[in-house]
């Protein structure tokens, strides 16, 4: 369907912009309830950063992006101390370290710097970390099987250890599901009230999309919400009706958010263990390398919820973000930014704005309507267009993106997916930075999926830089291929034109809409294999593949400077904080052709450090990290 002509922003939604949390945020926050999440006032014990000397296997300091090896590294209180060949730092060590440690890496072993996740939210994936998972991923690989019938055989298997009333799903993704044919064509599957009843009818079920553009419901959830909520009842006067006319599809934040408010209370006290899944989740980080964290979507309550979890607990990974904005309220009242210059967890790089939602959810939004069902579709646009002709910037957004950058002087990341959206978005940065006399920002268009080339040289000379959800590429592209855009998906994540343009690019996650693990997003930029096809190994527009060490870069070195942590992360300079990772292999000597990097996400990672110490060791495949272990003989 058409955009609504009295669309409000703050409707649409992907990871972006979290409907849970945007109704629970109030309750979540409270000092009640953080008193609940952080009873104690006990500070984290951190351990003592270790006084090491690291030599042999390959050692990539990504040193002003330089993907050059070195032959060893000296670190001590945390940070690096010295790089270059062997005898420079032995040297150094024995000169302003003695009793320093060694440590040997052999065979191809590989020590890199930590690898950067630069777009994904933390509090609202470990807030969901009880839903019950309906993903189509396991670990960081599409599921062999995905469809109704698996997905029903975990919700009926897990029914009787689901607390609550009602049964909370997440990540349902009907993009990832075997295509139905209607009338001779293509279509992704539809997904009602009737279908869930299919699955259990008996007991009351809310799953959430992969996209977070929808809430699914059974008719036994349907009648649980008309029964619970007033206002439901009053717009609708039967629940007949209420099912009748929304078929279990909630759409946006408009129908969500009286549904979800009814299970409001379960949902709080899902989350009371958010301390633990945040460390469950920096966990998962860790064994994939990563070291640094940039949230897409922080506010006041997540900033003060994750700072209180660093407080009592220790560093993990490094992180960041982006102070999320909604309403031309919310930045009239921002303070003039301030670049960070020293690094603190949870530290203030960037406003976020939401343009529009998901192009796999069918939100994004397009200059022409995406060739599957519904008809006429052309995605969601979240700022009011009432009045203006079609595909005309709202001047309500034009204000927000003017009042954020030339105004308040912040750097912006803004969220746009469909082709119109980014085009919006491009529009906006040339009309605000005309008025920009400030110093030079990074600003971000996020996902940035659909882009042309001409837009690519815009971007470039206005100083706009692109992060790719690459999974669109490796995970969907496929089902944008065949069923949701047709040749239009050729458009998707140009990161070969735009570095070939000269600009700088990252690769995320957004997590959790896929997996964390910047080595399997460098292979799906390396590759661009579409792994959903069931019947070839199938590459979407080739000549956008990147290099291995393009895409080494673009999750440490750039991924720094796109997040304003390159004076301390992304590679390992003097003084930078001996933040890194240690690989069973190399990524950048991966046997060619290119399909051997389908392998790149399986590399084991051994061992990941944070300020100079262990945060994770691979049992499987290395022993535990002692001081015996680490030393070898002087002179040897």
Same mark, same amino acid.
């Given at each position: 369907?058409?955009?609504?002509?009295?669309?409000?922003?703050?409707?649409?939604?992907?990871?972006?912009?979290?409907?849970?949390?945007?109704?629970?945020?109030?309750?979540?926050?409270?000092?009640?309830?953080?008193?609940?999440?952080?009873?104690?006032?006990?500070?984290?014990?951190?351990?003592?950063?270790?006084?090491?000397?690291?030599?042999?296997?390959?050692?990539?300091?990504?040193?002003?992006?330089?993907?050059?090896?070195?032959?060893?590294?000296?670190?001590?209180?945390?940070?690096?101390?010295?790089?270059?060949?062997?005898?420079?730092?032995?040297?150094?060590?024995?000169?302003?370290?003695?009793?320093?440690?060694?440590?040997?890496?052999?065979?191809?072993?590989?020590?890199?710097?930590?690898?950067?996740?630069?777009?994904?939210?933390?509090?609202?994936?470990?807030?969901?970390?009880?839903?019950?998972?309906?993903?189509?991923?396991?670990?960081?690989?599409?599921?062999?099987?995905?469809?109704?019938?698996?997905?029903?055989?975990?919700?009926?298997?897990?029914?009787?250890?689901?607390?609550?009333?009602?049964?909370?799903?997440?990540?349902?993704?009907?993009?990832?599901?075997?295509?139905?044919?209607?009338?001779?064509?293509?279509?992704?599957?539809?997904?009602?009230?009737?279908?869930?009843?299919?699955?259990?009818?008996?007991?009351?079920?809310?799953?959430?999309?992969?996209?977070?553009?929808?809430?699914?419901?059974?008719?036994?959830?349907?009648?649980?919400?008309?029964?619970?909520?007033?206002?439901?009842?009053?717009?609708?006067?039967?629940?007949?009706?209420?099912?009748?006319?929304?078929?279990?599809?909630?759409?946006?934040?408009?129908?969500?958010?009286?549904?979800?408010?009814?299970?409001?209370?379960?949902?709080?006290?899902?989350?009371?263990?958010?301390?633990?899944?945040?460390?469950?989740?920096?966990?998962?980080?860790?064994?994939?390398?990563?070291?640094?964290?940039?949230?897409?979507?922080?506010?006041?309550?997540?900033?003060?919820?994750?700072?209180?979890?660093?407080?009592?607990?220790?560093?993990?990974?490094?992180?960041?973000?982006?102070?999320?904005?909604?309403?031309?309220?919310?930045?009239?009242?921002?303070?003039?930014?301030?670049?960070?210059?020293?690094?603190?967890?949870?530290?203030?790089?960037?406003?976020?704005?939401?343009?529009?939602?998901?192009?796999?959810?069918?939100?994004?939004?397009?200059?022409?309507?995406?060739?599957?069902?519904?008809?006429?579709?052309?995605?969601?646009?979240?700022?009011?267009?009432?009045?203006?002709?079609?595909?005309?910037?709202?001047?309500?957004?034009?204000?927000?993106?003017?009042?954020?950058?030339?105004?308040?002087?912040?750097?912006?990341?803004?969220?746009?997916?469909?082709?119109?959206?980014?085009?919006?978005?491009?529009?906006?940065?040339?009309?605000?930075?005309?008025?920009?006399?400030?110093?030079?920002?990074?600003?971000?268009?996020?996902?940035?999926?659909?882009?042309? =080339? /001409?837009?690519?040289?815009?971007? +470039?000379?206005? !100083?706009?830089? *692109?992060? $790719?959800? #690459?999974?669109?590429?490796?995970?969907?592209?496929?089902?944008?291929?065949?069923?949701?855009?047709?040749?239009?998906?050729?458009?998707?994540?140009?990161?070969?034109?735009?570095?070939?343009?000269?600009?700088?690019?990252?690769?995320?996650?957004?997590?959790?809409?896929?997996?964390?693990?910047?080595?399997?997003?460098?292979?799906?930029?390396?590759?661009?294999?579409?792994?959903?096809?069931?019947?070839?190994?199938?590459?979407?527009?080739?000549?956008?593949?990147?290099?291995?060490?393009?895409?080494?870069?673009?999750?440490?070195?750039?991924?720094?400077?796109?997040?304003? =942590? /390159?004076?301390?992360?992304?590679? +390992?300079?003097? !003084?930078?904080? *001996?933040? $890194?990772? #240690?690989?069973?292999?190399?990524?950048?000597?991966?046997?060619?052709?290119?399909?051997?990097?389908?392998?790149?996400?399986?590399?084991?990672?051994?061992?990941?450090?944070?300020?100079?110490?262990?945060?994770?060791?691979?049992?499987?495949?290395?022993?535990?990290?002692?001081?015996?272990?680490?030393?070898?003989?002087?002179?040897?």
């Amino acid at each position: 369907m058409e955009t609504s002509p009295n669309h409000t922003h703050g409707c649409a939604h992907c990871s972006c912009h979290n409907p849970v949390l945007d109704v629970l945020k109030e309750e979540l926050f409270s000092a009640e309830n953080m008193t609940k999440i952080n009873p104690g006032s006990g500070k984290a014990i951190h351990e003592k950063p270790h006084t090491l000397m690291i030599r042999g296997g390959i050692i990539r300091p990504m040193i002003a992006g330089s993907t050059e090896t070195i032959e060893s590294i000296g670190i001590a209180d945390g940070k690096v101390v010295v790089t270059g060949t062997e005898d420079q730092v032995e040297e150094y060590m024995n000169e302003n370290y003695q009793g320093f440690h060694r440590k040997e890496l052999t065979g191809t072993q590989t020590l890199l710097p930590g690898l950067i996740e630069p777009h994904v939210h933390m509090v609202p994936t470990a807030m969901m970390q009880g839903w019950l998972d309906l993903s189509p991923f396991e670990g960081q690989n599409l599921k062999a099987k995905y469809d109704l019938n698996s997905v029903g055989a975990i919700i009926n298997d897990h029914i009787p250890k689901i607390p609550g009333v009602v049964i909370l799903g997440k990540g349902l993704d009907p993009s990832l599901m075997p295509f139905q044919e209607v009338g001779g064509k293509k279509e992704l599957i539809t997904i009602t009230n009737t279908v869930l009843d299919g699955i259990n009818a008996d007991v009351p079920m809310m799953v959430l999309s992969a996209s977070m553009h929808t809430l699914y419901l059974n008719t036994k959830a349907m009648q649980y919400v008309f029964d619970h909520n007033t206002a439901i009842q009053a717009e609708y006067k039967t629940a007949d009706k209420y099912i009748s006319e929304t078929n279990g599809q909630l759409q946006e934040g408009l129908q969500m958010t009286p549904a979800l408010k009814t299970v409001k209370l379960q949902i709080i006290a899902m989350s009371i263990e958010i301390n633990r899944y945040l460390t469950d989740l920096f966990n998962t980080a860790n064994s994939r390398g990563v070291t640094f964290m940039y949230d897409a979507g922080l506010n006041k309550g997540s900033v003060n919820l994750l700072t209180k979890y660093f407080e009592t607990h220790p560093e993990l990974v490094r992180t960041g973000g982006a102070h999320l904005c909604s309403s031309q309220e919310d930045v009239s009242n921002l303070e003039h930014y301030t670049e960070p210059h020293h690094y603190k967890p949870v530290y203030y790089g960037h406003v976020k704005v939401v343009s529009d939602g998901s192009n796999q959810g069918l939100t994004g939004y397009q200059s022409a309507p995406y060739l599957c069902d519904p008809a006429n579709n052309t995605g969601v646009f979240n700022f009011p267009q009432t009045g203006i002709p079609a595909h005309t910037i709202p001047p309500s957004y034009n204000t927000l993106i003017n009042t954020v950058v030339a105004v308040k002087g912040w750097p912006l990341m803004i969220h746009a997916n469909g082709d119109q959206a980014v085009t919006f978005a491009i529009n906006a940065y040339q009309r605000t930075l005309a008025q920009y006399k400030g110093r030079e920002l990074r600003n971000r268009i996020e996902h940035c999926s659909l882009l042309t =080339a /001409d837009q690519i040289t815009n971007m +470039l000379q206005m !100083g706009v830089s *692109a992060s $790719f959800l #690459i999974g669109h590429v490796g995970y969907w592209g496929y089902a944008f291929k065949e069923v949701i855009f047709g040749e239009k998906a050729q458009m998707l994540d140009l990161c070969g034109s735009t570095l070939a343009a000269g600009m700088r690019i990252t690769l995320h996650s957004d997590n959790e809409v896929s997996p964390l693990g910047p080595l399997r997003m460098m292979e799906q930029s390396i590759t661009r294999i579409m792994e959903k096809n069931p019947n070839d190994i199938e590459v979407l527009n080739g000549t956008e593949r990147l290099t291995p060490e393009q895409a080494l870069i673009a999750v440490t070195y750039d991924a720094a400077w796109q997040c304003y =942590a /390159d004076k301390w992360v992304g590679s +390992l300079n003097e !003084g930078y904080f *001996a933040d $890194f990772v #240690i690989l069973e292999q190399d990524p950048l000597s991966l046997n060619t052709p290119s399909l051997q990097y389908m392998k790149m996400r399986d590399i084991p990672v051994l061992e990941t450090w944070v300020g100079g110490i262990p945060v994770y060791v691979n049992a499987k495949t290395t022993k535990a990290v002692t001081e015996k272990d680490m030393v070898f003989p002087k002179n040897s």
